[in-house]
């Protein structure tokens, strides 16, 4: 595996991804970021098994494979390197190089293969919205989700869709908030949904562009969410959510 990229082209989505890979891992290979060169992309992915963020980058010199190494490690390089650089990757054995200017780095690296699979099931539903819209909807409510709450269904931000109408709950057991409003086509069906509190925390640092249109598939079990070069998943609390109208 080799290819050339600049050190802007990297740098963020190599941030966004790092971002959801925690510290200690039970897995050692889960704090390593995926790269892979596909079709003229490189194609890097980090996962702590709940979330997973994928980016995707178009570069022009390449050489085909994928490999793992060490995410914060590889983020520091690229932070170190000044702006404009230009960093050459290259895959040798168990250990990459990275290359730039008069710089050079070796990172060890473990097998693309033994990275886990983010489990995902059929996605029978799907929206498009704005991403400034949505943002301002979830900031309008993320404050009053609960943190390590025995009732693990109120860690998380409840969606609620009716058909052309989107709404977004959250509550402490103490506050509540409800935020909504209208989405810019019809879905045809009314399906409530919640997500996961460190989920609902990625996405709002992702939703950085508010004129970028995404567009959000789920089932019963998994929510994705494209936005640009990005793909966002993630599992959904299993549970039900508690009537919140009945509180008024």
Known sequence: MKFIINR?????????????????????????????????????????????????????????????????KFLDICRLLPTGA???????????????????????????????????????????????KFKKALDKTIFCMANQDVRYYLNGLLLNISNSK???????????SIYEDQLDQAT????????????????TRLLDDPEADIKVEFSSNNIRIFIKNLIFSAKLVDSKYPDFSKVF
């Open 8 to 72: 802007e082209e990297i740098l963020t989505p190599l941030q966004q991804i790092v971002s959801v890979i925690e510290k200690r891992q039970t897995m050692p290979i889960l704090a390593n970021v995926l790269m892979m060169i596909d079709n003229d992309q490189l194609v890097l992915t980090g996962t702590d098994l709940e979330i997973q963020i994928i980016a995707k980058i178009n570069i022009t010199t390449t050489t085909a494979g994928s490999i793992t190494v060490p995410a914060r």
């Open 86 to 132: 230009e960093i050459k990757f290259e895959q040798q054995d168990d250990k990459v190089k990275i290359l730039s200017n008069r710089s050079r780095f070796s990172l060890s690296c473990l097998p693309a293969e033994n990275y886990p699979e983010f489990a995902e099931s059929g996605f029978d539903n799907q929206f498009f919205i704005n991403a400034g």
């Open 166 to 176: 989107l709404k977004l709950v959250a509550s402490d057991g103490h506050r509540l």
């Open 188 to 203: 045809g069906f009314e399906a409530r949904i919640i997500l996961p509190r460190k989920g609902v925390l990625e996405l």
